[in-house]
T-cell receptor, first 114, second 112 residues
Framework: DAMVIQNPRYQVTQFGKPVTLSCSQT?????MYWYQQKSSQAPKLLFH???????NEADTPDNFQSRRPNTSFCFLDIRSPGLGDAAMYLC?????????????FGPGTRLTVL | AQSVTQLGSHVSVSEGALVLLRCNYS??????LFWYVQYPNQGLQLLLK??????LVKGINGFEAEFKKSETSFHLTKPSAHMSDAAEYFC??????????FGTGTSLTVIP
């Protein structure tokens, strides 16, 4: 089945230790998104890629970076995680930036910062 | 600007009872509206969406929602709750750039 895969599902890191979260997709979609979802809150868009074009949300901290080496993979790098970065990180894809288009979500990676 | 308000962060219903989850939106352009469901420790799954056309939209698992422009609402309903419906439900509105704005979610509990 075509899908969005996130690895690992659970990640534990230490305060200030860089961490990378991975997302891959077999849907061959052009657009990939990263969301941060804190406990009992709505998902918040961090950035998205349209093909290789990177689009950062204005309020995304500089501590968060992303890479998309090819169509299938996208990575979220947190350079110096703080306690406030503990959250569920959701990857999503869509075929194009279409009006009314659906986004397809992966299962998420839950990040714990010690 | 677009935004979504979900009234009631927690809703409890008895098994077999009507489910009603409320969503109101604000949008400066014709809205595109979505309901997603999230089970514990999982990603979001699309239940249904409204883009254009018929205002009553049917989705998966027996859910439906009605777009009411005059009330700026897109409430989610299901005639008879099942235990498996217990989850977090998110309403979202998207803009012309396909950016999603999510509500803060409603946690549905189904009581046996």
């Amino acid at each position: 089945d075509a899908m969005v895969i996130q690895n690992p599902r659970y990640q534990v890191t230490q305060f200030g230790k860089p961490v990378t979260l991975s997302c891959s997709q077999t849907l061959n979609h052009n657009v990939m998104y990263w969301y941060q979802q804190k406990s009992s809150q709505a998902p918040k868009l961090l950035f998205h890629y349209y093909d290789k074009d990177f689009n950062n949300e204005a309020d995304t901290p500089d501590n968060f970076q992303s890479r998309r080496p090819n169509t299938s993979f996208c990575f979220l790098d947190i350079r110096s995680p703080g306690l406030g970065d503990a959250a569920m990180y959701l990857c999503a894809t869509s075929p194009e930036v279409l009006v009314g288009g659906e986004q397809f979500f992966g299962p998420g990676t839950r990040l714990t910062v010690l | 600007a677009q935004s979504v308000t979900q009234l009631g962060s927690h809703v409890s219903v008895s098994e077999g009872a009507l489910v009603l989850l409320r969503c109101n939106y604000s949008s400066s352009v014709p809205p595109y509206l979505f309901w997603y469901v999230q089970y514990p420790n999982q990603g979001l799954q699309l239940l249904l969406k409204y883009t254009t056309g018929a205002t009553l939209v049917k989705g998966i698992n027996g859910f439906e929602a009605e777009f009411k422009k005059s009330e700026t609402s897109f409430h989610l309903t299901k005639p008879s709750a099942h235990m498996s419906d217990a989850a977090e439900y998110f309403c979202a509105v998207s803009n012309t750039g396909n950016q999603f704005y999510f509500g803060t979610g409603t946690s549905l509990t189904v009581i046996p």
